[in-house]
């Protein structure tokens, strides 16, 4: 197995919580010899138990000595030794002898058994503890005892190579299936305190020097992983001139690249969605949502008593918090209940620290590390490093629960904190604000509704969102109307009428990464999930939409209608939002295929909403209606026919007239429209807007950017 340049033979494992990182290396072990070291802290809880003893003399600093890496580099030369030789007496005496792939294979899982024997969720067995005390106290006697040659390192280690394969050296005997793959792997799971520094502002730490000291095994066939949920990922590969390293910093020598891809919904593989689950009663079961998502969830479900199970929400509260809830959430535990909802993405190139790429990802590490937020990108220069909040229904129930109350948790408050603090797009944060009066209507449809034994959400009926997203009189209202397009022969019933039949279940948003994913086939899927989407970059004539099922609860993509969602920052035209609508048609925007006609038109109702934030006009709700089918829709009939029922609505303004969600603060909704809008708060903030607008010709859509130069001046959306 060759370096290739690199520094040493080693790789980083850097994940959230809960995805397997662990299991990851214990079904490895299954095949390969690992020797498993786990690092973490006393006073952290977590599976698999800590290794205290070697923790607390691996990480042991004097910050006061000057010669902390010196110290460290013998120690962790001295402990790789006694490790080899304590390993290799371990196989002689506990194991036995052998020859040949079998007894090769058959010590791999006897060390495995060995190393995990009375193991429990608290406290490593017997065999483990005594094994590395006495490696423990081998490495300091050596310590005391002198130096240590390089040469007699790699000795160490060929002498448990030749143990472990029989006594034979040859690194390609035949008894190996898989001759490329190293003799001997090490894993340091939790191995964060590693890198705590010597010093305030040092690069010098443990982490380091142990990594010099595999760096004198590096043709040895020996592979050492290091296991984390920090998502500092330069803990474990600084950028290039942040290095302790020169000749790393310098591109002589290759840094490892973090190892990130353990997947997602693994346990879910066996009881599918459509096979095992098939009615909405069937996803919101904490059966299926615990499955789905991280490991971490379903194996508690698997094994876990009674009490396990009931408690598993709380528990997955405490895991999205970061611990165990307070009063009042802090603004990243507010960020990490946001983005678990509606799909906040962080844009990073927001955060510009020239002097300090470190700190670029900071944020990012934080809700990694602590948070949940699954990492699935790291760049060349580590800097680049992306997370995202990935469609868990378990976490986003737990969200939701913070949401409801009971935890401080404020959301006018918290969106100003996350659009003020985090590096959100501008041109997302309108439509942010529509899909958080939705996520606000949904918590309160449920929040009464009792769940049936084994549930853990619920699904509930378009009227019933529709109750408490918008004010009592504008419901009212909107539940006599008709509808604004429909095709001949088809029934006009009133929107109260139709909707009480059409059932729903999201409890957070996806944002699909192709505009094509946003059909009806897909919409199932995502609300199998438990979610409604977002419009994907760019998507013509949809901002978000709403699946739902029309008349059953069974899953089949016959029984889908939904919502359609667009949002507009001004107010426009009564012949603009025609226009609009007409480019909101399902067929035209891809919603909809020919496939999906049943005699020529689309059977289910669907609804479809602008929402046209502005603060210039008296807040409204305006049921369209059109002087011919071709004002609201692009696609109609050789007759000129519509080809789908539709109720359209026009939502002006926001104020606590006609949305519900603002009504506990209305100010500050009021504010945080502004805010979505960064050019108005930046004229806003002017003493004459007006007048810093005209220094800006032609560049907005408020009359004062032509007025002074133009007769004529454009209608615009």
């Known amino acids: 197995m060759a370096t290739d340049g690199r520094y040493a033979r080693y790789c980083s494992i850097v994940q959230s919580s809960g995805m397997g990182k662990s299991r990851l290396l214990d079904e490895f072990a299954k095949r390969h010899f690992l020797i498993p070291i786990n690092l973490r802290l006393r006073e952290h809880r977590g599976f698999p138990p800590a290794d205290h003893d070697v923790r607390d003399f691996l990480t042991s600093i004097d910050s006061n000595n000057p010669e902390m890496d010196k110290i460290s580099f013998s120690r962790a030369r001295h402990f790789l030794k006694a490790l080899f030789v304590i390993t290799k007496r371990t196989i002689i005496e506990e194991l036995g002898d052998g020859d040949g792939a079998c007894e090769r294979e058959n010590r791999i899982l006897q060390f495995r058994t060995h190393m995990s024997d009375e193991q429990s969720m608290d406290t490593s067995g017997n065999k483990r503890k005594n094994f590395y005390k006495n490696v423990i106290n081998m490495a300091k006697t050596g310590m005391v005892g002198g130096d240590l040659t390089n040469e007699a390192l790699r000795a160490a280690f060929e002498d448990l190579r030749k143990e472990l394969n029989g006594g034979r050296s040859s690194k390609n005997h035949s008894s190996r299936k898989d001759p490329v793959l190293p003799d001997v792997f090490i894993a340091f799971d939790e191995a964060q305190p590693l890198t705590v520094p010597f010093s305030k502002g040092s690069t010098q730490n443990n982490f380091v020097e142990l990594r010099r000291a595999l760096r004198v095994l590096s043709a040895a066939q020996l592979f050492t992983f290091f296991l984390s949920t920090t998502g500092k990922v330069s803990l474990f590969t600084p950028p290039r001139g942040y290095d302790a390293s020169n000749r790393m910093n310098d591109g002589e ?418 504010a945080l429209v502004d805010k979505s809008d960064p050019w108005r708060t930046f004229y806003n903030d002017a003493p004459v807007p007006d007048l810093l607008r005209s220094q800006f010709p032609a560049s907005g859509s408020n009359r004062a950017h032509f007025d002074s130069w133009s007769a004529y001046f454009p209608e615009s959306d």
Request: glycine fraction near 8%; hydrophobic fraction near 40%.
């Open 253 to 670: 020598l290759k840094m490892p690249r973090p190892f990130i891809y353990l997947g997602f919904d693994q346990l879910m593989e066996s009881r599918k969605v459509f096979d095992k689950y098939r009615t909405l009663e069937d996803v919101t079961s904490l059966d299926c949502i615990a499955h789905m998502g991280r490991p971490l969830w379903g194996t508690c479900y698997d094994f876990g008593d009674d009490q396990v199970r009931d408690g598993l929400l709380h528990f997955a509260i405490q895991k999205l918090l970061g611990e165990a809830p307070g009063d009042s959430p802090k603004e990243a535990q507010e960020f990490a209940v946001l983005s678990q909802r509606l799909a906040l993405d962080i844009n990073s190139t927001q955060y510009t620290v020239p002097d300090n790429p470190l700190a670029v990802v900071e944020k990012i590490g934080v809700q990694i590390s602590n948070h949940m937020r699954v990492c699935v990108a790291i760049g060349e220069g580590i800097e680049t490093i992306r997370g995202i909040a990935a469609s868990e229904p378990i976490l986003s129930e737990a969200a939701s629960r913070v949401m409801r109350g009971g935890y401080g948790f404020n959301l006018p408050d918290a969106l100003t904190e996350v659009l003020g603090g985090f590096g959100i797009s501008p041109g997302d944060r309108a439509e942010l604000l529509v899909s958080a009066f939705f996520t606000w209507a949904r918590d309160k449809t449920v929040l009464g509704k009792p769940l049936l034994i084994g549930q853990l959400s619920c699904y509930f009926s378009v009227r019933q969102l529709f109750s408490c997203l918008f004010s009592a009189s504008i419901f009212t209202s909107m539940s006599r109307d008709v509808p604004s397009l429909c095709p001949p022969g088809a029934t006009r019933q009133t929107f109260g009428q139709v909707f009480d039949n059409a059932l729903m279940h999201f409890n957070h948003f996806v944002k699909p990464q192709e505009q094509k994913l946003l059909t009806r086939g897909h919409l199932l899927t995502f609300m199998a999930r438990g979610a409604a989407a977002l419009g994907a970059n760019c998507q013509p004539g949809i901002d978000a939409v709403y699946p739902y099922l029309y008349g059953s609860t069974y899953l089949d993509v016959k029984n889908v209608g939904f919502i359609v969602v667009q949002v507009k920052k001004n107010d426009v035209t009564e012949q603009s939002q025609a226009e609009i609508f007409q480019k909101m048609d399902p067929f035209g925007c891809g919603l909809l295929l020919e496939s999906d006609q049943v005699d020529g038109k689309f059977p289910i109702p669907i609804i479809r909403i602008v929402f046209a934030l502005c603060n210039s006009k008296a807040p409204a709700v305006t049921h369209k209606t059109y002087s011919s089918p071709s004002e609201g829709a692009s696609s109609v009939d050789n007759d000129g026919q519509p080809r789908f029922t539709s109720y359209d609505f026009w939502c002006s303004g926001i104020g606590p007239s006609i949305l519900q969600p603002v009504e506990e603060a209305p100010e500050r909704w009021a």
